[in-house]
């Protein structure tokens, strides 16, 4: 179905929305919903973790500022992604397949996108070549980091065929 070995996606903006007005990200539980064609479009593929070339691998990749920032501990951060997950994929994600950055902006760490950092951990728990993963997500940051990694990007316009403002 899809000619990608691994499909990385964002979380925020992408797979999620924060319900708190004027808050960029959920700080903690209650605060934030899939958007609506999340899960409809992710059952369309036949999800595989890594080491097993039955299907396509998954991952998620994503900024967690906030942490850094004090405003939740990283242990809520993994917490609220994994329950992303969960409730986009339908299953309970393998260990290592969500990567997060804690740091806040311009701290010079390798992790935070548009850095390739959590790109390339996911590429090397896939032993995958990156010319074919999809990374998928809403931001220049994210567009710069699949560059940054030599993968490919689909603005979640193409691949949710969704507005990012929606």
């Keep these: 179905m899809t000619k990608y070995k691994l499909i990385i996606f964002d979380a925020d903006g992408t797979l999620r929305y924060c319900t708190v007005p004027g808050q ?7 605060e934030w919903k899939l958007y609506p064609d999340v899960v409809e479009k992710l059952a369309g593929f ?8 039955s299907g396509v691998g998954y991952g998620i990749a994503s ?3 906030g942490v850094g920032s004090g405003y939740f501990a990283e242990d809520t951060a993994m917490d609220l992604l994994n329950d992303t997950f969960i ?4 299953f309970t ?4 397949t969500i990567q997060m950055c804690p740091h806040i902006p311009y701290s010079g760490c390798s992790c935070r996108k548009p850095a390739p950092g959590m790109l390339d951990n996911l590429i090397d728990l896939y032993a995958v070549d990156p ?14 980091a699949a560059s ?12 949710f ?3 990012p403002e929606e």
């Design 24 to 30: 960029p990200c959920p700080n903690r539980a209650g």
């Design 46 to 53: 036949n999800w595989a973790g890594p080491g097993d070339e």
């Design 63 to 65: 900024n967690q500022g």
């Design 87 to 90: 409730k986009a994929f339908g």
């Design 93 to 96: 994600p393998v260990e290592g």
């Design 131 to 144: 010319s074919t993963v999809l990374f998928v997500g809403d931001r220049d940051d994210d567009k710069n």
């Design 148 to 159: 940054n990694a030599g993968c490919h990007f689909q603005w979640i316009s193409e691949f």
């Design 161 to 163: 065929n969704r507005n």
